[in-house]
């Protein structure tokens, strides 16, 4: 059973920066995609960002494009998202998801098996 756990959320000033992490637990099987999704009081959670193990390749939604990073460092087991100028729209419980295949866009949550427990981002104006 793969173990996701995430951290970096926090409260945060328009124009500001977090990075969020996750990490996996130590024995897990191949994860091939990871992504990142969000989701806010009273909406579905939505995609965000995926990346890919094998090269690296990466997908956004359009509403973060050019503002977030997402990235993993594949010996640590970790993911990470690194986000830039936000906006309060940008609020929202940010999960952590992965899964042992590969996707080239990975936007569904159905394409995804294992997932963290959250990590809460404020945005305030």
């Known amino acids: 059973q793969v173990q996701l756990v995430e951290s970096g959320g926090g409260l945060m000033q328009a124009g500001g920066s977090l990075r969020l992490s996750c990490a996996a637990s130590a024995r897990t099987p191949a994860i091939y995609t990871t992504a990142w999704f969000r989701q806010a009081p009273g909406s579905e959670r939505e995609f965000v960002a995926s990346i890919r193990r094998s090269g690296g390749m990466t997908y956004y939604a359009d509403s973060v494009k050019g503002r977030f990073t997402i990235s993993r460092d594949n010996a640590k087991n970790t993911a990470y998202l690194q986000m830039n100028s936000l906006k309060p729209e940008d609020t929202a419980l940010y999960y952590c998801?992965?899964?042992?295949?590969?996707?080239?866009?990975?936007?569904?949550?159905?394409?995804?098996?294992?997932w963290g427990q959250g990590t809460q981002v404020t945005v305030s104006s």
């Open positions: 998801a992965a899964s042992p295949n590969s996707y080239y866009r990975g936007i569904s949550t159905d394409q995804y098996a294992y």
